[in-house]
């Protein structure tokens, strides 16, 4: 697998990303608008001639073009990928001058932007290993007002579900309007304080299009959707019926004394893309047509 | 629900006309200010030293934008409002030290802003979170770009803006707030969900 080839898909799935919203969320948004209050249809109409005028201008659908986090699943039988990450760091710095994208990763201790979107563990990538050849992989930008109210907890294993439907309605409630609702919600339990939220966070990569295969989740994530949407926050937080697009819900065995439980907090920009470099280097762009 | 379009500087006495609930549109500057330039610019009042510019009258924005160099002419590519509670710590002297009449963000302000709106005659326009291009196409022109040292996103950026909009008058001078008024529905509406869902309080 050549390695060029992996920086420029790498590089095309950020620039898809951040210009085009994927086709689920974009739909969700048109139903949203239908059927929201005048002060939400404002609100939504803004939101969906700005996903139109990104297109047209092939621009950043928005300006926090997000912390940039690639999904890597790996075949066993794939070459070169020890320097895989070597060539998502590229690709982030070519897309940040190119396309361009904000510069968004800032050194915790001293304040400094790095310029380029690359510094310690970021862009983060999350491995895993399959069968076959094949390299599958996914970016995800992540704005920052949604990330700040991202939650994690250890709830009492005693209160069971109850407790968790309580914990995320409070979350929502809670973060208002900050993380630009309408949202997605992404939700995880069991694992382990760090494997929820890695659960929570990879579940918002779920098209909205796409409810968990077990009926019991799935009518969970069906009934905290319902509930969310009785709160009122509305579009950005000004009122109306539309406060989540959608629910996705994970889970992994807990501990018997723990319980786990992890919100993740997706805006309306919901960016994802992804492409499948096949060994004979053939790249089939999953998520996207590549418009360029 | 009334319709506004004012340009920059604007008075206070036009400021005051505004009611929560109205549709603000801006014309003029609109300077952009997160939570360093903030920092810096209360500092230099602190300290006696001016602005890059005088900022009365005029819009400030909570944004961190994405610029592009084209040639020595700057040009916004993605402007859309950040969460603005994280400014929340300095607007209230902002206001009154530079007396800027229109707080553009997103996401509200608490009540430290809103008493200060109140007192100095300022309001809160919230604009579309994340409607970055509808923000840039209404930026005609990048006057000046000041504290670029703080990084592309924290930098003072001074845009001239045509019908800069729609801002939904959030927060006006008069002590109402429209996501404190959302945020006591949603609380209403929390006890009902939690009886829905057979939780107890």
Request: hydrophobic share 40%.
């Amino acid at each position: 697998m050549d390695i060029k080839k992996i920086e420029e898909v790498a590089f095309n799935i950020l620039k898809q990303a951040v210009i085009y919203l994927p086709d689920d969320v974009k739909q969700a948004l048109k139903k949203a608008y239908a059927e929201e209050t005048e002060t939400g249809k404002i609100q939504l109409k803004a939101i969906l001639d700005n996903i139109e005028l990104a297109e047209k201008n092939q621009a950043p659908v928005c300006q926090d073009t997000g912390t940039i986090i690639f999904y890597a699943k790996a075949g066993e039988k794939a070459q070169n990928l020890g320097k895989v990450e070597e060539a998502l760091i590229n690709a982030t710095k070519r897309a940040t001058t190119e396309v361009p994208l904000r510069p968004n990763a800032v050194n915790p201790f001293n304040g400094k932007n790095s310029g380029d979107n690359t510094g310690r563990n970021i862009p983060y990538v999350n491995w895993e290993i399959t069968s076959g050849s094949d390299l599958e992989l996914t970016v995800m930008t992540k704005g920052g007002g949604s990330e700040n109210v991202c939650m994690g907890g250890m709830l009492v294993p005693g209160e069971g579900i109850k407790g968790l439907k309580k914990f995320v309605v409070d979350a929502v409630v809670k973060a208002g309007a900050q993380p630009c609702p309408p949202n997605i919600l992404g939700i995880a339990i069991g694992g382990g304080a760090d494997i929820s939220m890695k659960l929570a966070k990879k579940a918002l990569l779920r098209p909205l299009t796409e409810h968990n295969p077990d009926p019991e989740i799935a009518a969970l994530e069906k009934e905290i959707y319902e509930a969310v949407n009785i709160t009122g926050i509305g579009p950005m937080g000004l009122g109306g019926k539309t406060t989540i697009l959608g629910v996705h819900i994970d889970f992994a065995f807990r501990h018997p004394a723990s319980f786990p439980a992890a919100v993740a907090f997706n805006c309306w920009a919901a960016r994802r893309a992804s492409a499948r470099i096949k060994a004979d280097g053939t790249v089939e762009y999953l998520t996207h047509k590549l418009e360029w | 629900m009334a319709v506004y379009k004012l340009k920059t500087p604007i008075s206070e006495a036009d400021i005051r006309k505004l009611k929560a609930n109205d549709v603000l549109y801006v014309t003029g500057t609109i300077v952009t200010a997160r939570d360093q330039a903030h920092r810096r610019a209360l500092e230099y009042f602190k300290e006696g030293k001016s602005l890059p510019l005088n900022l009365e009258g005029l819009a400030v924005f909570h944004c961190g934008p994405v610029m592009s160099k084209q040639g020595d002419k700057w040009i916004a590519v993605a402007a859309g409002p950040t969460t603005s509670t994280r400014m929340d710590i300095f607007e209230d002297e902002f206001i009154k030290n530079f007396q800027v009449r229109v707080v553009i963000g997103k996401g509200g302000m608490g009540k430290r802003t809103t008493d200060a709106m109140a007192k100095y005659g300022a309001v809160y326009g919230a604009f579309t979170g994340g409607a970055a291009i509808l923000a840039a196409k209404a930026i005609k022109n990048v006057r000046s770009v000041e504290w670029y040292d703080l990084g592309m996103p924290e930098a003072m950026w001074v845009f001239e803006a045509e019908e800069f909009g729609p801002l939904a008058v959030a927060i006006d001078s008069h002590g109402n707030n429209l996501f404190t008024d959302v945020q006591k529905t949603v609380e209403e509406n929390k006890q009902r969900i939690y009886q829905k869902l057979g939780l107890s309080p």
